[in-house]
């Protein structure tokens, strides 16, 4: 019974655990979310700058699962290179273990006040603090789990059936190395199996074992993520996995050696198992960087690209399903969703163009704008004849697909006849904006590419709270192109020669930026309005 009782402890200190990170994720997400992309798709210019970014997103998120997926849809969207987004990765695994050595640093007594200010925040209105909050009361969660971690491995550490199961992995390496790595993959966090190491206490060598273990495991479940993906997502998940593969299995036989030389190494006391997980992922960092490229190359043979189908017009539009309006619905906003997935892929070439100041990629904007206007008006006609039978439920669902496919129309007008010449006129007279401005504008790109997705997200699920954050994003868009605008100017008076040259084109791919996303966000606006949370004048009452 009492083995009963200490296996229920340790499975809800780990659940405990597993949970205050979920918790820091999703509030770092709701307050930081965009920052932090914004921050991942903008450094990483040069590879110091990719890595600091990816170490700095794993440590806002908690999670170099949600780092490496992020990448990978950066990557998908050509605004990452394979290379940098190893790179990245590398950065992220770091991150990871300073989560653990900070965790495990001995601030216990800090979880009440964690805790209480993280519930203050959490009553507030504006996300940023609502967010962070959320954040504060997961930190406080995790270090209450170490505690409870710690409790319930307490009698395990003197337990006869314990000692013979560790001795029987201490001569087998090999296969404590898989039982973590299971054990990781299971848990989706390589995080919560270090800690668990931590609180068991073991001979060195078990303990490298099971660290490398928890490493490798996991690389595992972005693999698992990314399955689906295009094959330029799943390159940058299969490339960290095959990287931590390599370091494990270099690092194994020496499990003894590097146990001991840790253990004396004069670092703070967080724990052999923290300390290990650290100095593997840094020197594992230090080993790859320079390989990253041929890294990169190799992924790219093992999964080269898919030959793409065109579609010559709608898959979607099913005549006979005209006479059920719920089937005729589901139809259309399939329809939509693929145009949808156009338009972002005209942004995606159009920022590649900028960023790599060629035009090669715009000549297939002016492709995809004929086909975006081609489906935008077949929904439109198939709609118009919908059954009788439509109630008001569906018509009012049948505006809403209507207002959506009419709204991405403009942005790819907007893409086409504003964004894409105005980037051949920067190719093609050889005109270099500043380094602030340049960043301000990729910036912008980089919004405006998360906010079509959310938006895509949002026309398929109807979230409520994805179309209040949204609707917020649509005034840090409105203040970051004033605040930028006024900043172009201020360059203009001190004579920025490069601003000088860039001023009107500077301002009109702001201004083009700010009405695409516009556009975008007014996929919110059904849904808030349904809900009484839209005023019809922004004017203040007086």
Same mark, same amino acid.
């Given at each position: 019974?009492?083995?009963?009782?200490?296996?229920?402890?340790? +499975? %809800?200190?780990?659940?405990?655990?597993?949970?205050?990170?979920?918790?820091?994720?999703?509030?770092?997400?709701?307050?930081?979310?965009?920052?932090?992309?914004?921050?991942?798709?903008?450094?990483?210019?040069?590879?110091?700058?990719?890595?600091?970014?990816?170490?700095?997103?794993?440590?806002?998120?908690?999670?170099?699962?949600a780092t490496a997926l992020m990448t990978a849809s950066f990557v998908e969207r050509d605004v990452i290179t394979g290379r940098k987004a190893q790179i990245v990765l590398l950065g992220a695994n770091?991150?990871?273990?300073?989560? +653990?050595?900070?965790?495990?640093?001995?601030?216990?007594?800090l979880v009440p006040f964690l805790l209480l200010t993280g519930y203050v925040?959490?009553?507030?209105?504006? *996300? /940023?603090?609502? !967010?962070?909050?959320?954040?504060?009361?997961?930190? %406080?969660?995790?270090?209450?789990?170490?505690?409870?971690?710690?409790?319930?491995?307490?009698?395990l550490r003197g337990s006869e059936a314990m000692a013979a199961f560790l001795s029987l992995l201490n001569n087998a390496w090999p296969v404590a190395m898989l039982f973590a790595a299971a054990l990781?993959?299971?848990?989706?966090?390589?995080?919560?199996?270090?800690?668990?190491?931590?609180?068991?206490?073991? =001979?060195?060598?078990?303990?490298?074992?099971?660290?490398?273990?928890?490493?490798? !495991?996991?690389?595992?479940?972005? *693999?698992?993520?990314?399955?689906?993906?295009?094959?330029? /997502?799943?390159?940058?998940?299969?490339?960290?996995?095959?990287?931590?593969?390599?370091?494990?299995?270099?690092?194994?036989?020496?499990?003894?050696?590097?146990?001991?030389a840790v253990s004396q190494l004069p670092l703070p006391p967080t724990g052999l198992a923290v300390e290990v997980h650290l100095a593997f992922n840094l020197l594992l960092a230090v080993?790859?960087?320079?390989?990253?490229?041929?890294?990169?190359?190799?992924?790219?043979?093992?999964?080269?690209?898919? =030959?793409?189908?065109? =579609?010559?017009?709608?898959?979607?539009?099913?005549?006979?399903?005209l006479e059920t309006p719920a089937l005729a619905l589901a139809g259309a906003s399939r329809e939509a969703l693929a145009i949808g997935d156009i338009v972002e892929r005209m942004m995606v070439q159009t920022h590649t163009a900028f960023r790599k100041n060629d035009a090669a990629p715009l000549a297939e904007v002016s492709v995809l704008e004929d086909r975006v206007d081609r489906l935008q008006q077949e929904v439109k006609v198939y709609l118009s004849r919908l059954g009788r039978e439509a109630g008001e439920a569906d018509r009012r669902r049948a505006i809403n697909i209507l207002d959506y496919v009419i709204n991405l129309e403009h942005v790819g007008d907007i893409i086409d006849k504003g964004?894409?010449? =105005?980037?051949?006129?920067?190719?093609g007279l050889g005109l270099r904006f500043s380094e602030e401005g340049y960043r301000e504008l990729s910036g912008m790109f980089v919004m405006t590419l998360e906010n079509i997705k959310v938006a895509q997200t949002i026309f398929m699920t109807g979230d409520r709270d994805l179309a209040k954050q949204l609707?917020?994003?649509?005034?840090?868009?409105?203040?970051?192109?004033?605040?930028?605008?006024?900043?172009?100017?201020?360059?203009?008076?001190d004579g920025d020669a490069a601003s000088l040259q860039t001023s009107s084109l500077h301002l009109d791919m702001l201004r083009d930026l700010k009405r695409v996303n516009a556009h975008v966000v007014s996929v919110a606006h059904p849904i808030l309005d349904e809900e009484g949370l839209l005023v019809e004048s922004r004017l203040k009452a007086v």
């Open positions: 019974m009492q083995s009963v009782s200490v296996v229920l402890q340790l +499975a %809800g200190a780990v659940a405990l655990l597993l949970f205050g990170l979920r918790l820091v994720r999703d509030g770092a997400t709701e307050a930081f979310g965009m920052r932090l992309k914004m921050a991942l798709g903008l450094g990483t210019r040069t590879g110091p700058r990719a890595f600091v970014s990816g170490l700095l997103a794993t440590l806002g998120l908690q999670s170099s699962t770091v991150g990871t273990a300073l989560t +653990a050595w900070i965790v495990s640093a001995g601030l216990e007594a925040l959490r009553r507030q209105v504006r *996300v /940023a603090y609502s !967010g962070a909050g959320l954040a504060l009361m997961g930190i %406080g969660l995790m270090l209450l789990s170490l505690t409870l971690l710690g409790q319930a491995t307490a009698p990781a993959a299971l848990c989706s966090s390589s995080l919560a199996v270090v800690m668990l190491i931590l609180t068991l206490g073991m =001979e060195p060598g078990l303990t490298v074992a099971l660290v490398l273990g928890a490493n490798l !495991g996991g690389a595992l479940p972005p *693999v698992l993520a990314t399955l689906r993906s295009d094959p330029s /997502a799943r390159r940058v998940t299969v490339g960290n996995l095959i990287v931590r593969s390599v370091g494990c299995l270099v690092m194994l036989p020496l499990a003894g050696f590097a146990g001991q080993a790859i960087w320079p390989f990253s490229g041929v890294i990169s190359r190799v992924v790219e043979w093992m999964l080269p690209d898919a =030959e793409k189908m065109e =579609e010559a017009g709608t898959q979607w539009l099913d005549e006979e399903a964004l894409g010449p =105005e980037v051949r006129k920067k190719i609707m917020e994003v649509k005034v840090d868009i409105r203040k970051m192109e004033r605040q930028s605008a006024q900043r172009h100017f201020m360059r203009l008076q």
